[in-house]
């Protein structure tokens, strides 16, 4: 199918931008502020989800904007991986405002302009990079949402906001200022482009297998939102932000980005082929089982319950990564797929982390013996999630988890299938406790008499906790989509 060229690409990041402007502009009125980013929110869903026809069908919807040098243009094309994206976060994106608006008023957070503006910046960002058409564009947006989501990551300016804050600008602008150009140096001398091709940018390329070796790990730590260890160390630290920061910037926007760049460089730039000539994918493999498996013990060890999120979100992230790199076509599938299940169960446990804050004010486990009882919609939310985590039908999680062990099994690779059970233990051992004691265990303490449900906050955890289930019933969208990858 030939492409189709249309302005839409550009309009769905001009509708987030355009968003930031506004709210900015209406910081005196606070309730016509407020409400900019879920109209924005829908319009920018709406004009993703006018775009998926064409791509189901194997199309792709094109659009180039100018050239900078001979072989780098900035450039849009949206295709199967990139619709997987950009759906999962237009879509969380409804959500996530209306849950901020929740989260913002009830605890009277200071900066609030400051925060949405940022807030839709980040999801231009984010939706601009799944729609780039090369890795100079891909690099631009990238880029862009480091530099947006630094504010958001500081924005309680406190001594453990502006530590974090540091961490994370250094590694995720540090990795790319230095081995991330370097390897797209390497990358334009080697191919004399930096547009993404179906089978490989540098398949068939003169370069010897060394060099490419290079540049290929160039790319794995410099992409450092993917946070595969030892270039983590920065989730855990920007868990100082607002929960709903990290709720869609650090389950959705940031670390899928990371994961995404990760995904076009073995899809596009090196092609499956030259991946697996290399032996590069069970290097890879055995990289990302060792992130998988000590950030689940990580998790294990963490009374914070933000920090326990931020640890296995650590460890879900290579679980992408692995399918991507078993080389299996359908592991392969359980890589792309679970960008989505991830993020749907991801995104509802922060929420109920934020929702437990607002009207608790608790942070760690130990203190929520007994608080499901007050707030059953919350902590009801919280187990589904978990159980997609584990991988519990008939939630999101298990789709993706199935697919990645029979893919393991179809790539000839049995250990990689131990390393997925082992850590769907630890992902129990982790995340049911939590449940348990808050279901099951008397209150601690002194109780939790005056804690109650908020309605604008817990709506959008139930809204997302039912979309992980309804993609594990009904997974047939991204599947079509994943398959159109890997195909």
């Known amino acids: 199918m030939d492409p189709v060229l249309s302005i839409r690409p550009l309009l769905a990041v001009a509708v987030a931008s355009l968003a930031a402007l506004s709210v900015l502009l209406l910081h005196n009125r606070e309730k016509l502020r407020d409400l900019v980013s879920p109209v924005a929110a829908v319009l920018m869903f709406a004009i993703v989800a006018s775009m998926a026809p064409t791509v189901l ?10 050239e900078i040098l001979p072989g780098i243009d900035l450039a849009f094309r949206v295709d199967a991986l990139g619709m997987v994206f950009a759906t999962v976060s237009s879509l969380l994106w409804i959500v996530a405002a209306v849950y901020s608006i929740g989260y913002m008023r009830h605890l009277n957070e200071h900066a609030q302009t400051r925060f949405y503006a940022c807030f839709a910046l980040s999801l231009a960002a984010a939706v601009g990079g799944a729609f780039s058409a090369n890795l100079f564009t891909l690099v631009i947006f990238y880029e862009v949402l480091s530099l947006v989501t630094y504010p958001l990551v500081y924005h309680h300016e406190d001594e453990e906001g502006w530590a974090g804050s540091r961490k994370y600008l250094v590694y995720l602008m540090g990795a790319s200022k230095s081995v991330l150009l370097a390897a797209l140096a390497l990358t334009y001398h080697i191919a004399g482009s930096l547009d993404f091709r179906a089978g490989g940018l540098l398949a068939g390329a003169d370069a010897s297998p060394a060099l490419l070796t290079v540049v290929y790990f160039c790319y794995l730590f410099g992409f450092a939102k993917a946070a595969v260890m030892p270039m983590h160390a920065w989730l855990p630290a920007a868990m100082v932000a607002p929960t709903p920061v990290s709720a869609l910037l650090h389950a959705v926007a940031v670390v899928k980005m990371g994961v995404f760049c990760v995904l076009r460089v073995i899809f596009n730039v090196f092609g499956v082929g030259l991946v697996g000539d290399l032996g590069l994918g069970i290097a890879t493999a055995y990289l990302v089982s060792f992130t998988i ?16 999120l931020a640890y296995s979100t650590v460890s879900q992230l290579s679980y992408i990564v692995l399918g991507a790199v078993l080389l299996s076509p359908v592991a392969m599938v359980g890589g792309i797929i679970h960008i989505a299940a991830h993020a749907f169960s991801k995104i509802t446990l922060f929420f109920c982390a934020g929702s437990i804050y607002c009207a608790s004010g608790k942070r760690k486990i130990s203190d929520m013996a007994g608080i499901g009882r007050r707030l059953p919609w919350t902590m009801g939310a919280f187990f589904v999630a978990s159980l997609s985590m584990i991988g519990i039908p008939p939630t999101a999680g298990f789709v993706s988890k199935w697919y990645l062990a029979e893919g393991s099994v179809e790539a000839g690779q049995v250990a990689f299938l131990l390393v997925l059970l082992t850590s769907s233990v630890l992902n129990a051992a982790y995340f049911l406790p939590v449940s348990y004691s808050a279901f099951f265990e008397a209150e601690s303490g ?19 906790a039912f979309l992980s289930v309804l993609m594990g019933i009904f997974p047939d969208y991204f599947l079509t989509l994943a398959n159109g990858v890997v195909r």
Not at 293 to 308: C, E, F, G, N, Q
Not at 448 to 460: D, F, G, N, S, Y
Request: charged fraction near 20%.
């Open 293 to 308: 498996l000590m950030a689940s013990v990580y998790a294990l060890t963490r009374d914070d319950l933000k920090a326990r």
């Open 57 to 66: 069908a194997g199309g792709t919807v094109d659009l180039r904007l100018f």
């Open 446 to 464: 002194e109780g939790h008499a005056t804690v109650r449900e908020i309605p604008l906050v817990t709506v959008p955890l139930v809204a997302t």
